[in-house]
C-alpha cells in the first residue's frame, strides 16, 4: 500500500505495525488490536511502504561525508558522528587498540533515539572486553523501516570504514522497541551480525517464526529480561526464547529484578561477555 497505515488505539503510545503479513495496533498488553494481512515474500523485495513496528508501553518516553565531533558532556568518552549532516551515532573506542587488530562491534538502538541511555550500562563493558561501542541516533519507535535502514546501513558502513572492526564479531541490541527492531534488522540485513542484545524487547509478529528467524543467520541471543515486566512479560520472552532455538539460535536468558525498564551495567556485562564466547 502507499498509504501509511492508520492507527486507532486507546492509548497515545500505541504503535503502528505497516506492511508485513500483519498490521496491529497495540498498547501495554502487546499483540491485541486490528490485523490486515499483507505478503511478507513481497515486501521482503523491495523497501517501499515498509513501516517498522515498535512494541512501547507507557513506562518510557515514546549518506555523504561523515563529521566527527565530540560528545556532549553526559558522553565524555564518546564521539558524536554525522552523516548528511545529521547525528547518526555515538561511538568509542575499547580501552586499547592496536594497530593491525581487528575488533567487535556492539551497536545499540534505543526506543526514542536517545544513545546516552547505554553510556552508563554498555560502554564501560565493551570497553573492558575490548571492544568497539556505538549507539544510533537513527531509531526511535514508529520510524518508518526505509526511512531508518539505509541510514543504518550507512551507519555500519561508515564505523568500518573509520575503525578496524571485525566483520565477523557485530552484535546489534536495544532496550524495548530498540530490542524489537534488532531483532527486524538483522532480519533484513542478513548475515551482518552475529549476535542480538535484547533488553526488555520481543520478536516482531512476523518474525515469531523459525522459518523466518533462519533468514537472519544469527548465531545468538542474549535477552535481558525484567521479572516484574508487564510490557514484554518473562511469558512472552519464553515464547521468543523457544522460537529462536528452533532456529539454532542459542539462547541465554538475563534477569534482573525490575519492570520495564533498562537493566543495569551487571546484566549487560553477563550479556555482552556470553555473547562474546565462542
Given at each position: 500500500p502507499s498509504e501509511s497505515p492508520t492507527c486507532h488505539c486507546e492509548r497515545s503510545k500505541a504503535i503502528c505495525v505497516g506492511p508485513w503479513r500483519l498490521l496491529r495496533c497495540a498498547r501495554n498488553d502487546l499483540f491485541r488490536g486490528v490485523t490486515v494481512t499483507f505478503s511478507l515474500n513481497k515486501m521482503k523485495k523491495t523497501l517501499a511502504g515498509?513501516?517498522?513496528?515498535?512494541?512501547i508501553g507507557?513506562?518510557?518516553g515514546c549518506s555523504g561525508g561523515g563529521k566527527a565531533t565530540s560528545a556532549t558532556s553526559s558522553a565524555p568518552a564518546t564521539?558524536?558522528?554525522e552523516l548528511s549532516g545529521q547525528p547518526a551515532y555515538e561511538i568509542a573506542a575499547p580501552g586499547s587498540v592496536e594497530p593491525?587488530?581487528?575488533y567487535p562491534l556492539f551497536i545499540f538502538l534505543s526506543p526514542n533515539g536517545s544513545p546516552q541511555i547505554f553510556i552508563d550500562v554498555a560502554l564501560p563493558v565493551c570497553r573492558e572486553k575490548g571492544c568497539y561501542f556505538a549507539a544510533s541516533y537513527q531509531f526511535r519507535n514508529d520510524i518508518r523501516i526505509d526511512d531508518f535502514l539505509p541510514p543504518l546501513k550507512a551507519t555500519?558502513?561508515?564505523?568500518?570504514k573509520r575503525f578496524p572492526i571485525d566483520s565477523e564479531n557485530i552484535f546489534i541490541g536495544g532496550f524495548s522497541g530498540g530490542g524489537m527492531a534488532s531483532y527486524v534488522m538483522s532480519y533484513f540485513?542478513?548475515?551482518?551480525?552475529r549476535g542480538v542484545l535484547i533488553c526488555n524487547g520481543a520478536l516482531h509478529e512476523n518474525l515469531r517464526n523459525?522459518?523466518?528467524?533462519?533468514?537472519?543467520?544469527?548465531k545468538k541471543a542474549a535477552i535481558i529480561m525484567g521479572k516484574a515486566d508487564n510490557v514484554v512479560t518473562p511469558e512472552i520472552l519464553r515464547e521468543d526464547e523457544r522460537l529462536l532455538k528452533e532456529a539454532n539460535i542459542k539462547v541465554q536468558k538475563f534477569p534482573f529484578d525490575g519492570g520495564h525498564t533498562l537493566a543495569g551495567s551487571s546484566e549487560f556485562r553477563q550479556a555482552i561477555s556470553w555473547l562474546l564466547e565462542k
Open positions: 515498509i513501516f517498522l513496528a515498535v512494541m507507557v513506562m518510557f564521539q558524536k558522528v593491525g587488530r581487528k555500519l558502513e561508515d564505523i568500518r540485513l542478513p548475515g551482518t551480525f523459525p522459518g523466518e528467524l533462519l533468514v537472519s543467520r544469527l
